[in-house]
C-alpha cells in the first residue's frame, strides 16, 4: 500500500499550498483523536454531543483571552440615563462621542403615501446615543436597490464623519424624526 502511495504521489503530486496541505493534516489530527466518531461504510459519520460539546467548551477556555465580551466595555462606560440627563440639563450639551467607538444601523421607515426612507445611522458604542448621518427616500414599486445607492450612501457618511455635525439623541426613532424635521 505505501509503494503504491507513492507510485500515485510521484504521477500526480499535491500542488496545494503547504499551509493548506498543513491545515488539512491537523483536521485529520483532530477528527482521529475523537473518541466517539463513528464512519459508516457509505461514508457517514455521527459523533457523541457531549464530547463535540466538551471539546467546543475547552477550546473556548483556551482562547477566551482573544474574546471581547459583549457586556463589558472597552472603554469606561457612560450609561445612557446619564447621558440624558445631562441633555436636558442643557440641552446644546453634546454627548461625549468618539467616531471610532460606533457602529452603523440601518433602519426602513414606511410613509403613508407607500414610500420608504432608508436610515443609516451611527450608535456609539460607549453612550448608546444614534445619530443619522444619511437617509434615502425610495418610492414606487421599487424592488431592489440600484447599484449605486450603497456607493452614494457610503460617501454621504464617510462625509458626515468628516464635518462630524452629527446631531446624537437617546432613541434612534428621535434622531429620525430630528432629521426628518430639518428637511
Known amino acids: 500500500m505505501l509503494l503504491l502511495s507513492r507510485f500515485w504521489n510521484l504521477i500526480s503530486p499535491d500542488l496545494r ?30 459523533i457523541d454531543p457531549e464530547e463535540l460539546r466538551d471539546q467546543i467548551i475547552a477550546a473556548r477556555e483556551q482562547l477566551q483571552h482573544l474574546v471581547h465580551q459583549p457586556g463589558k ?7 445612557v440615563a446619564e447621558n440624558e440627563e445631562s441633555q436636558k440639563a442643557d440641552p446644546a450639551a453634546e454627548a461625549p462621542v468618539e467616531l471610532q467607538d460606533c ?16 436610515y443609516v445611522c451611527l450608535q456609539s458604542t460607549s453612550t448608546g446615543c444614534f445619530a443619522v448621518a444619511a437617509a434615502s427616500l425610495f418610492s414606487g414599486g421599487q424592488e431592489s436597490l440600484p447599484g449605486w ?8 457618511v464617510a462625509n458626515a464623519l468628516q464635518l462630524g455635525d452629527l446631531q446624537w439623541y437617546a432613541a434612534v426613532s428621535e434622531a429620525m424624526d430630528a432629521w426628518d424635521a430639518e428637511l
Open 17 to 46: 499550498p503547504e499551509w493548506e496541505k498543513a491545515r488539512e493534516r491537523e483536521f485529520i489530527l483532530a477528527a482521529n483523536s475523537l473518541k466517539t466518531l463513528k464512519v459508516t461504510p457509505e461514508g457517514g459519520m455521527s
Open 73 to 79: 466595555p472597552s472603554r469606561p462606560f457612560q450609561p
Open 103 to 118: 457602529i452603523e444601523v440601518v433602519i426602513w421607515r414606511r410613509l403613508h403615501s407607500g414610500a420608504a426612507v432608508r
Open 149 to 156: 445607492v450603497d456607493g452614494n450612501i457610503n460617501r454621504q
